[in-house]
C-alpha cells in the first residue's frame, strides 16, 4: 500500500478551552471537559440539549487567554485565542468571534441559574500554559444553528463552530470539514 494508503487523515484543532473547564451537562449539572465521552448530553442555547458526538484534545504551549466575565456571579473561562466565543455587540447584533477578537467591555452569553443573559468581559488576560487543552462536537441536529455550549457558564461555540461546519454536514469522527 501507498504511504497514504496507510495514513488517516489528520484532524487540526484550531482552538480549544483549559482541561479543568466546567461544562454545563443536560440534567444541570457541571463537569469538567476531560471527563467528558462520547454520547454525554450538554446544555446549549436556549435549554437545549445536545449529543456530545466527538471528544478533541491536543497538546498546547504557549499563552491561554483567560476572560472574566460578571458581576455578582464572577466566571473565569480560560480557552485558545481561536476558540469562537458568542458576543452581541454594541447594534444588537450577534456574531461568534475567536477569542482573541473579543475585547474588555464585548457582552457574552451567561447562563445563570435558568436563564440566559449577556454580561460584559471584565478583563482579558494571558496566561502562561503548557499541556493538553479540549474541545467537543456537539450534535446541532441538522439545523442552520452552530454546536455551543455553556463552558464555565459562558456559552462559547463548538469544534464545528470555528471550523465554519455547514449545517448539513455530520459530525462524526473521519467528516471531512471545510473553512472559511
Excluded at 8 to 17: E, F
Excluded at 65 to 94: I, M, Q, S, Y
Excluded at 132 to 144: A, H, T
Aim: charged letters at 35%; a negative charge; glycine letters at 8%.
Amino acid at each position: 500500500a501507498s504511504f497514504t494508503d496507510e495514513v488517516h487523515p489528520l484532524q487540526i484543532m484550531y482552538g480549544c478551552v483549559a482541561p479543568w473547564t466546567m461544562i454545563r451537562m443536560a440534567d444541570g449539572s457541571e463537569k469538567e471537559i476531560r471527563q467528558i465521552q462520547i454520547g454525554d448530553m450538554v446544555l446549549s442555547r436556549n435549554g437545549r440539549k445536545r449529543r456530545v458526538c466527538n471528544v478533541w484534545r491536543g497538546a498546547e504551549k504557549g499563552n491561554l487567554l483567560a476572560f472574566t466575565v460578571g458581576e455578582d456571579e464572577v466566571r473565569k473561562l480560560t480557552l485558545t485565542e481561536d476558540h469562537p466565543v458568542l458576543v452581541r455587540e454594541l447594534d444588537g447584533n450577534e456574531k461568534w468571534k475567536p477569542a482573541k477578537a473579543c475585547r474588555k467591555g464585548d457582552f457574552v452569553l451567561v447562563r445563570e441559574k435558568d436563564e440566559e443573559i449577556f454580561r460584559p468581559i471584565r478583563e482579558i488576560a494571558e496566561e502562561r500554559f503548557d499541556g493538553e487543552v479540549w474541545n467537543l462536537d456537539v450534535d446541532s441536529e441538522g439545523k442552520s444553528e452552530n454546536g455551543a455550549m455553556f463552558t464555565e457558564g459562558i456559552l462559547t461555540g463548538d469544534y464545528g463552530t470555528q471550523n465554519a461546519r455547514d449545517a448539513s454536514t455530520p459530525t462524526s469522527p473521519g467528516d471531512e470539514w471545510r473553512r472559511k
